[in-house]
């Protein structure tokens, strides 16, 4: 039992697997950096200086100064801000995917089309029979 785990997690989809894994953690990480760090306070600041990550409906009714101060104080929020950031970094990821991807589909040789196939042992026979009728 245990030569077939070892055998299992070693083939190459399941160590390519793994890789993948944490290497999309890492970058899901740097987008998130990417998006809260860098792209949304110029955006914030084109927008009146608004901090997005910051931006809560109080369902209580409350006046809280802040999405942190609301939450400590057990009143329920809609933080539509983060969900708004949370967006922004799955578009970011997914158009990196797909840009990936496009490369690497760009990369591949095209596979010629095989020939088409020729006639069946039955087509063949029955060709034979008709022209063979033909000539009677």
Request: glycine content about 10%; overall charge neutral.
């Amino acid at each position: 039992m245990l030569r077939e785990f070892r055998e299992f997690a070693m083939r190459g989809n399941v160590v390519d697997l793994a890789v993948g894994i944490i290497i999309g953690g890492a970058f899901g990480k740097i987008v998130t950096s990417l998006v809260n760090d860098v792209i949304m306070p110029p955006v914030g600041l084109l927008l009146g200086g608004v901090d997005f990550s910051n931006l809560f409906l109080d369902l209580s009714g409350g006046d809280h100064a802040s999405l942190a101060a609301a939450r400590e104080a057990g009143a329920p929020v809609i933080g539509y801000g983060a969900f708004i950031n949370t967006m922004l970094d799955f578009t970011i990821v997914a158009f990196a995917i797909f840009l990936l991807v496009r490369a690497i589909n760009r990369l591949k040789k095209a596979e010629p089309a095989p020939p088409p196939p020729g006639p069946s042992t039955e087509e063949k026979l029955l060709t034979e029979i008709r022209d063979l009728l033909k000539t009677r």
